[in-house]
């Protein structure tokens, strides 16, 4: 609809200025616009203009005399609860409150008896785990320690993902265990799906709105209501996770020479223009494109035409199908949430059958390894509209890789080490979206939407002096080019050293020279290596650490901060295993007072992990 | 006894590898040290020195190279392993066990040199020491196949005269036992030898090498008239066995032959070996330590280039070397004896020999034993020797004889050649079967020009020219290299190919057919347009004006294409 002075509140220039800018926006700048004009109306008028359905506000439980001290905590491993609890702080800030932002794991448990409103977000990982900075806490909160909470009033958000059996069960279990020990919900938790954006600014809109209500004395304003696309605009760069930059590739190669079963890409983007910064540590967000194939395949399984127009989003921008199939929706993963909307808007019995109750294990082997394609085939669901199909789908989400790159070493510029995943699943041949984008069609010269994810749980000590030991097999060994690469560039004096491992030393040496320099320069103090397949007996980075025991030991003794990166299932949980066991072995230690050892390692930082 | 290199013709300071030798400790350096850092496939350029003494050198994938610096990897780096055997004889066993190292540590292929060596390609820096420990253990040895000293003995694996063969072979042998390095370093680095605190002094330790060795390589060979197969005037030590009514009598002496040169260094040249005298059997190992002692003592230590024995030779003529050699052996060589040699090259196929066993002599193209889809050489050779009961004897040029088939296993070792298709090149070209190339790229990290990958396609090309002048059959010896090392002898071959640049080569001409005379330059970097164009008028011209029974190396003289090269000295001019 184009805009006139009679069908709009606009003078004939302000019409004339609109309809020019209008049309040449992106999604996201629109985005970005809408919730921008939203704030920036709240904040003139002290009016919340984002519709909060009151209903779904709880009614304040809690007693009358209330403090305007409120206490922030965020359990995270990506930096996306951290990230959305400062934004909550500030918010919180300039409505009057004190605030006390911590991390979980900084948190000092014995003052959790005089808070008297939290706020809680927390991240699920892996098969419904909390995050590292979230484990002691949670520990302490379901132990028998955990004191009586009776005067604390409390919300939770929980971030998570659909597509694992455990959604936002940290969250969840928070939740429950607060209410538990006597707290009362200021408001009902939200769990968030992997685009929390939206459902993330409700919550936190919601929060500030009971608190400043319990709060209100006279003359005090209104909260500022807060949106989607404010929640991840950074003050440095206009560009975020809700607007992100359009990176130009600069290299992509692969890592591994020839002969090799695995595939790396070495990716170098621009970041010139973006004023995005980042740290080592840090992670890089990527929207992929879905595989062209599968879009087609789809769209021709289904009947349908990939020139119609459906919508991309809640607010019904319109795009054709083929380009929201590539771009815009999710249809590689299937999750429970999404088989309930197909089932109850196709009402195929097929689909309902395996919904029913008893048959969840069989639910949940169906969505393991398959995509929309096998469940539109399967179950014979030829005949939807495309325009309704759509509305069931999750907005594609974005990958974060952690950054290979020193931004002191490689100004204007961001490195990734990515590699391909390409398995066979239920007969055909299946592909890591973003992976196999990058691997098998992104050229130089083209742009990849970006944006930096800040770690603040996995960064290099403040002292440069200190010794760090960083164990990264595979592309796990990504943020330790960036380390290394910035305590060389900045001339820090702290020994590094580093255990990497893959399956074969010829092929699989990812960064080899760069390693050979460190070390010839003195940069890198040592460098232990572990290849699984070049020999009969599979040795992995763990073995390695154990047979440097001593000298591992002695490093901690001297301070040293400990980091892993890399595979979470097996790698992470073996080198927490052969870390626990070396400090047993080398200082004489029971096995309760070594895991306390490596418990003090957390609490201060120097046991951090970046796990995946 | 002289402390070996304080007579250097020439005062300047010795050169590097003097230095690294000198600082070994007897051929140790950090090797065992290095060996084991597992960051590099590689080891530094010194221990790398002192590798070759043990029988390896480093090298890279050259087709990788570039592709893996890109990547962000090191090059390729592997080791060749050679792995000698005096005379080129080996057991059943001992060829069974070269393929299964092949196939576990190597890459899956066996190259068998003009030297009558084998060698592996492509060993990883982990697996050196499992290879070399099991080519031990099968009583086969690495040690000495490269560096700065005696490399392996060659010798005749005549198979017409077994009886005198037999003998001969025992004394190329026993010169090869003697002349072998006695630093305990090899045992200590790869067998897991004790390490004992070696109280000998430098005479015990290396008592003919001394703590710097030679100062370059050292070539003997031994020849059994009438064929030349080892090339005898190539070598820097030679022996021409002189039978006489069928008995062994002695070996006429040859020295200061040599191949190796550098493009663009007139000072570098080929030489063929001069006969100095006769000496009787027992009297070969004494000659050919005192040779090897006036090397070590006179040869040039400042000049890598310069430090080969025939420069030795020639600088301080050969009557020097004469009476420097009667000196140190308290007698005179007696005078040579009449000799005759007809041609250096293999004879194919089936002959029996005076033993009554039967031996079997296979074309193998440029040396190497591989599986080709077609072609199932090396699982062929393992069936045969799974059942044999002979041995197997490595020519001096690239080919194989199954030797010392009995009556009772030949038709089962018939039955196993028909069963692969095992050649002994009756099916190709003359020209094919007198062929031999070095194996340059992509391992070889001195070849400037492909020669192993290359030289067959070249041969397809100029068969051609010989079909059409109806000279198939007729044998004519062509030799390449990647480089001007000489690996293949291609300075004695009648027409010959040295590699200058990708593509581009030293075109030679007019060798000698028994391997008794040097070749000349014919033209300079010509690619292979320019290469068959100049072959096929000259082959043209062979085929309708060649005397009867003339040699196409002696007809290019005659016809004006090249000079002929009596001495090293002219090879240039």
Redesign the interface.
Known sequence: MELQVTNSPFNQEQVELLNRLLPTLTEAQRTWLCGYITALQGTAAGIATVAVPTSQISPAPVAPAVSKDVTVLFGSQTGNCHGLAKKLSKQLEEQGFQVTLSSMSDFKTNALKKVENLLLLVSTHGEGEPPDNAISFYEFLHSKRAPKLDHLAYSVLALGDTSYEFFCQTGKDFDKRLEELGGKRLTPRVDCDVDFDEPAAEWINRVLQSLTELTAAPGTAAPTAISAASLSASAESEYSRSHPFQAEILEN??????GSERETR?LELSLEGSNLQYEPGDSLGVYPENHPQLVEDLITAMDWRGEEAVATDKNGTERPLREALLRHYEITVLTKPLIEQVAKLTGNSGLQELLSAGREAELRAYIQERDLLDLVEDYGLKGIAASEFVTTLRKIPARLYSIASSPSAYPDEVHLTVRTVRYEAHGRNRYGVCSVQLAERAQIGDKLPVFVQHNSNFKLPANPDTPIIMIGPGTGVAPFRAFVGEREESGAQGKNWLFYGDQH???D????????RW?KDGVLTR???AFSR??DKKVYVQHRMLEKSKELYQWLEEGAYVYVCGDEKRMAHDVHAALTAIIEREGGMSPEKAAEYVSLMQQQKRYQRDVY | MSDNNLVSPNSAPHSDVEDIKRRSNYLRGSLEETLQD????SIPEDDNRLMKFHGSYMQDDRD?RN????????P?YQFMLRVRAAGGVVTPEQWLMMDRVAQKYGNGTIRLTTRQSFQLHGV?K?NLKDTIREVNESLLSTLAACGDVNRNVMCNPNPYQSEIHGEVYEWARKISDHLDPRTRAYHEIWLDGEKVLDSRDNEEQEPIYGPVYLPRKFKIGVAVPPSNDVDVFSQDLGFIAVIEGGQLKGFNVTVGGGMGMTHGDPLTYPQVGKVIGFCTPEQTIEVAEKTVMIQRDYGDRAVRKHARFKYTIDDRGIDWFVNELSSRLGYKLEEARPFQFDHNGDRYGWVKGSNGKWHFTLFIQNGRIKDEPDYPLMTGLREIAGIHTGDFRLTANQNLVIANITSHKKKKVMELIQKFGLTDGANDSALRRNSMACVALPTCGLAMAESERYLPSLLDKIEQILEENGLREEDIVIRMTGCPNGCARPMLAEIAFIGKAPGKYNMYLGGGFSGNRLNKLYKENIGETEIVDSLRAIIAHYAKDRHEGEHFGDFVIRAGYVQEVLDGRQFHS
């Not at chain 2, 592709?67 to 090191?74: A, H, I, M, P, T």
């Open positions: 190669l692969n890592l591994n020479g020839r070495h030393f010829s092929t040496f990812l960064y080899q020279i760069e390693w050979q070390l460098m232990d290596v070049d020999t | 597992p960051i590099t496939g990788l592709e893996r610096q890109k990547q962000k990897l090191e390729a990883l982990w």
